[in-house]
């Protein structure tokens, strides 16, 4: 194989490398009437233990880790003021959402109905108050606040004065044991 | 000359009085567009001379005095001296006269801003203008959007502020551009002197809405601002029959009150426009739509439709939630 054959090779296979660098698709509005879940049919989100969690909503795949997603969330958890307990995620009032630790459930589709159902001791209900998108975004934001989501998602610029570093730029932590058996 | 240049520049932007930076519909433009004028002036006579040298340069035969064979070659004319120093006199005086009426341009335009009778505060947004009239008696401040008001020949000030990212703030026939830049604030002067209606618009990228950016500018007798601003500081009226009644219950107690405001009611979300005064203004989603009732149905029903991407969500009204909805939203004269 000549040496401009296989530059040649080469320089294709990087075109058609590139053809892969598609951006996610941004929906600026979900389907409006599917997105609103009627209240009666809210599926039951406290469950005794770890058994008989339902599956997954099929609506977590397009929000989870979705940049778009995470970013009008972060925008959504200024302007409802979950800052006002939660803080950045360190928690005060309210519990903090950067650990391990989630008495209602830390998957995307149990915190969008925690913030719709609202929980004991002082989280209200948003039922009604936001769009059923913009809870999902929300819960899409709180799912990063750990610092684990993928680094092209999260956005680079915390909007909060903040003395740690962005985390486009920390470390991932894969969760010890120890994390999991304290919940 | 100023028709003249009027007309040039006219000519050269093919704008109409709508959004035009060169109609001295404000103090600023007008000592700009005199400014103009007579760099014009100073400009063009240079030009004429170059081109006139340049011209004769070359109709100008070689003289037959001139030629390598009588060794006189290296004699110029006796005019080229004279000339030269006339030539670099010419242009250090063009200079100097340049510099000394921008400097007085530039005094002027500082000298109009510096006794301001009217200061209002304005904050950008993705994709809106957030516009609060501050009064030394704060009880008579007035919020609105997207719209602002001014009396003819008072000079305003207004302090410029941004929420998210740059964004900058333009009104073409009144002064120049200013940028508003989050976590610092700026400010512009306006002094308009023609009354008339103009419109704002973002001049700096600010995101998918930055080209659906604008501002209503109206600038009328003090009278008429007087009486506008007397109707801006009373709250909203109340919903007079059962299908009004039903709109207020929905925007008070659901999605829209959750982020904005409408004053003397309990919807009192701050992130989003006031609506106070909603339908008087003359367009909706900033300057995307005219004011009229098909366009607020289209805008209730499905903002991503009108405006992608804008921070206005979809809710997916009901038809009987969307008729009360915007029945209501037309009352808030």
């Not at chain 2, 103090?27 to 004769?56: D, H, K, P, R, W």
């Not at chain 2, 804008?310 to 909805?325: F, I, N, Q």
Request: aromatic content about 8%.
């Amino acid at each position: 194989m000549s040496l401009r054959f296989r530059n040649s090779l080469l320089a294709l296979g990087l075109v058609a490398a590139l053809t892969g660098c598609d951006r996610e698709q941004r929906q600026t509005r979900g389907k409006p009437l599917a997105e609103t879940v009627p209240a009666s049919t809210s599926p039951d989100t406290v469950f005794p233990g770890n058994a008989n969690v339902p599956p997954s909503d099929p609506r977590a795949a397009v929000y989870e880790g979705n940049a778009t997603a995470i970013s009008e969330g972060q925008r959504l958890y200024n302007w409802m003021n979950c800052s006002g307990c939660h803080f950045h995620g360190g928690g005060g009032m309210g519990v903090a959402l950067i650990d391990d630790k989630w008495r209602y459930g830390g998957r995307i589709d149990q915190i969008a109905a925690t913030i719709v159902e609202g929980r004991p001791n002082g989280m209200p209900s948003f039922r009604g108050r936001l769009t059923e998108q913009q809870v999902w975004q929300l819960a899409a934001y709180v799912r990063t606040l750990s610092g684990q989501a993928r680094k092209d998602a999260v956005s680079a610029r915390a909007d909060e004065v903040s003395n740690t570093p962005p985390q486009t730029q920390t470390k991932r932590e894969p969760l010890t044991p120890a994390d999991s058996a304290e919940q | 000359m100023r028709r003249g240049g009027a007309w040039l520049t006219f000519l050269l932007t093919g704008c109409n009085g709508y959004q035009n930076a060169m109609g001295g519909d404000g103090a600023e433009g007008a000592n700009f567009i005199q400014l103009f004028s007579v760099f014009m002036v100073v400009c063009t006579i240079m030009y004429v001379i170059v081109a006139a040298a340049l011209l004769f340069a070359l109709w100008r035969r070689r003289s037959a005095a001139l030629v390598v064979e009588d060794r006189k070659h290296h004699q110029t004319s006796a005019l080229v001296r004279p000339a030269l120093f006339a030539w670099t006199a010419l242009i250090g005086a063009g200079l100097v006269a340049l510099t000394i009426a921008s400097f007085f341009t530039d005094r002027s335009n500082a000298a109009e801003g510096s006794k301001p009778q009217l200061i209002l505060t304005v904050t950008a947004n993705q994709w809106w203008w957030d516009v609060e009239y501050n009064l030394p008696d704060v009880s008579r401040t007035v919020r609105t959007a997207n719209e602002i008001h001014l009396p003819v020949g008072i000079p305003a000030e207004v302090t410029l502020k941004s929420n998210d990212v740059i964004h900058s703030f333009w009104i073409p026939n009144l002064a120049g551009k200013q940028d508003l830049i989050p976590g610092r604030q700026t400010d512009a002067q306006l002094l308009p002197r023609k009354i008339g209606l103009y419109r704002g618009q973002c001049a700096e990228f600010c995101g998918t809405q930055h080209a659906q950016m604008a501002l209503d500018v109206t600038v009328e007798s003090k009278e008429d601002f007087l009486r506008w601003y007397a109707a801006q500081l009373k709250p909203a009226v109340a919903p007079a029959n059962p299908q009004q009644h039903a709109g207020y219950r929905y925007f008070t107690t659901r999605e829209c009150a959750s982020c904005h405001n409408i004053s003397g009611t309990p919807a009192s979300g701050q992130v989003a426009p006031d609506l106070t005064h909603f339908a008087s203004r003359r367009s909706l989603a900033a300057g995307a739509l005219p004011m009229n009732r098909g366009n607020v149905y289209g805008w209730v029903a499905d903002p991503q439709s009108l405006k992608p991407g804008s921070r206005m969500p979809t809710v997916g009204l009901k038809a009987d939630e969307l008729h009360s909805l915007v029945a209501y939203l037309e009352t808030l004269k």
